[in-house]
């Protein structure tokens, strides 16, 4: 059993394999991220890390899993954004963010796409905008359940374009996307990590991407403020976290690896390709990532309840 300051445990520590608990469907972005800095981590760590994706109710179950694990180190989380809008979405959920992990670091922040079917009607951002206002009940939007990225972002799209939408859950952007490829869905918000290939071999449509500046990956798309919905801007910060009971010592392991593979090579032409960046070293720090999370809660808090949009 973890838990108590054991120096020679920590001295050892990995002994075993270690485990990324992925929120979300294998081959989608979160699961990208975890598994392109999986590796330069298990090396610097001279251990073995194995990848699992526990999906389910929009990241929400594999945190809760997460947060009763053993705290030996062996069991570590990654999330996203969604660590910081579940507490505003559940009411009834089975951790604290705050309380019940340490932050280990982050990792990197991902712009998101606003994307449809390519035979979707509208063909620009304005077309799109007069295009919702007529046919918003019969329209699709795709997300990753109530606490993804994709469902926050989608809610934004609704609120700036004054619409409500038909929104279809997934359990990650990675089937979702395969539907939207597949012209099964209209549209959907979601993270360059994902959207970038299909949108360069045009297999869907992109309308703007939600940061300040435009993705270099994408030059010809227009940010969402350079389309007219300025109140659209969201980056979807990525960290990994263990149980709180974790020992120190294996904390700062882990931490010094997850800092170390920001700056694998491979790591960084990665997300460069995928229109994302890991964050600097200073950016990435277990400290720098709980006030992150900290600020992230304080600022998702007011704009989730004011949109009603809690689960059950
Ligand atoms: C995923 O990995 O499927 C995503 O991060 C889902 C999302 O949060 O939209």
Same mark, same amino acid.
Request: glycine share 10%.
């Given at each position: ?245 974790? /020992?120190?010592?294996?904390? $700062?392991?882990?931490?010094? *690896?997850?800092?170390?593979? &920001? +700056? #694998?090579?491979?790591?960084?032409? @990665? ?6 960046? /890991?964050?600097?070293?200073? $950016?990435?720090?277990?400290? *720098?990532?709980?006030?992150? &999370? +900290? #600020?992230?809660?304080?600022?998702? @808090? ?11």
């Amino acid at each position: 059993g973890g838990g108590e300051e054991d120096p020679a445990a920590a001295e050892a520590f990995p002994e075993d394999d270690i485990t990324f608990v992925v929120p979300f469907s294998a081959g989608g972005p979160t699961d990208t991220v975890t598994r392109l800095v999986a590796e330069p981590i298990a090396e610097e760590l001279g251990g073995t890390v194995v990848v699992q994706n526990v999906e389910g109710a929009g990241g929400t179950i594999a945190a809760g899993e997460v947060a009763a694990a053993n705290p030996d180190g062996y069991t570590v989380l990654m999330h996203h954004i969604g660590m910081s809008t579940a507490p505003s979405l559940y009411p009834d959920l089975p951790y604290a963010p705050l309380e019940d992990f340490e932050p280990l670091g982050l990792v990197t922040q991902v712009p998101m796409t606003i994307v449809a079917r390519n035979d979707f009607e509208p063909q620009t951002m304005e077309e799109l905008v007069e295009y919702v206002e007529q046919n918003a009940a019969d329209i699709t939007l795709a997300n990753a359940g109530i606490g993804a990225a994709s469902h926050l972002c989608g809610l934004l799209l609704q609120e700036a374009l004054g619409v409500e939408l038909t929104e279809v859950p997934y359990e990650g952007t990675g089937p979702a996307l395969q539907d939207l490829v597949a012209g099964e869905v209209d549209l959907m918000c979601d993270q360059t990590t994902n959207t970038t290939g299909q949108i360069q071999g045009g297999q869907i449509k992109a309308y703007a991407v939600t940061t300040p500046e435009r993705v270099e990956t994408l030059p010809d798309l227009p940010t969402t403020e350079e389309a007219g919905l300025e109140e659209l801007q969201v980056g979807v910060w990525h960290g990994f976290y263990v149980p709180t009971g974790t /020992p120190e010592g294996i904390r $700062e392991k882990l931490s010094a *690896a997850i800092l170390a593979s &920001l +700056e #694998d090579e491979n790591v960084v032409s @990665q997300l460069g390709e995928l229109g994302a960046a /890991p964050f600097s070293q200073e $950016e990435a720090t277990p400290e *720098a990532h709980r006030q992150l &999370l +900290e #600020d992230q809660i304080e600022l998702w @808090q007011p704009i989730i309840e004011e949109a009603g949009v809690a689960a059950d």
